[in-house]
């Protein structure tokens, strides 16, 4: 397999389909470069694609059609696999997806993945995984905004974007950090400002770094 059939395959929802059907929809894709704020669909837009991301991270946002702000649902990052719900119910794109950094994605077709189901039905289940996948994402992030206020969604956020490492370069603007947390930039800022103040992280410009990552496990819980 090419590279990025392997890569393809490494997917759950490619899991265990045969070496040369995921050969066909490599080949079948496009590689596309990005550079930050490049839209690859708006929400709305019909859909006739998947997409791989291949480097870089690429943020699914939703807006609100009364003020313009933007939520920030899901930060896809490589390896993540994104925009298959149009080829289940062909209906229109439900979110927008930027690249937040110089990025590159491969995009694939529908086409050649219903091709690869309609061969091998059985693979259908890794859909439904991922869609399960999804679901459970959503139910958290719901949970989140009802049982967690701005400064515990703040602390949650900030452990996910530094995964394993103390000290991490935001990928992202205050902005965008306020569209994932789903609360204004002013009120993300205080509870930044209030961790720095009790000394659970440290910041120069766009770097942190987690002094006491136990209180905002705690905090964020």
């Known amino acids: 397999m090419t590279g990025h059939a392997e890569q393809l395959a490494r997917t759950s929802f490619f899991a ?19 550079t930050r704020g490049d839209i690859l669909f708006q929400e709305g837009d019909p859909p006739d694609a998947l997409y791989l991301v291949l480097s870089g991270r690429i943020a699914i946002a939703m807006s609100s059609q009364v003020d313009h702000r933007e939520s920030v649902v899901a930060l ?10 149009g080829l289940l119910d062909e209906g229109p794109r439900s979110a927008m997806a930027r690249a937040l950094e110089s990025s590159s994605v491969l995009e694939v077709p529908f086409e050649p993945v ?11 289940w890794n859909v439904t995984r991922l869609l399960a996948t999804r679901l459970r994402v959503m139910d958290e992030v719901l949970a989140d905004s009802v049982f967690l206020d701005v400064t515990g969604r703040t602390a949650k956020r900030l452990l996910e974007l530094a995964g394993e490492f103390d000290e991490f370069q935001l990928p992202v603007t205050q902005e965008e950090l306020a569209g994932m947390v789903g609360a ?16 659970w992280i440290e910041q120069h410009d766009r770097t942190y770094r987690i002094v006491h990552r136990d209180r905002l496990e705690l905090r964020s819980r």
């Open 16 to 34: 265990d389909a045969e070496t040369g059907m995921i050969q066909d929809v490599a080949d079948a894709g496009i590689e596309r470069s990005l």
């Open 76 to 85: 896809m990052e490589p390896g993540d696999l994104f925009g298959e719900l």
């Open 114 to 124: 219903k091709t690869l189901f309609e061969r091998d039905p059985r693979l259908l």
């Open 184 to 199: 204004s930039r002013e009120r993300v800022n205080k509870a930044i400002a209030n961790f720095i103040k009790l000394g």
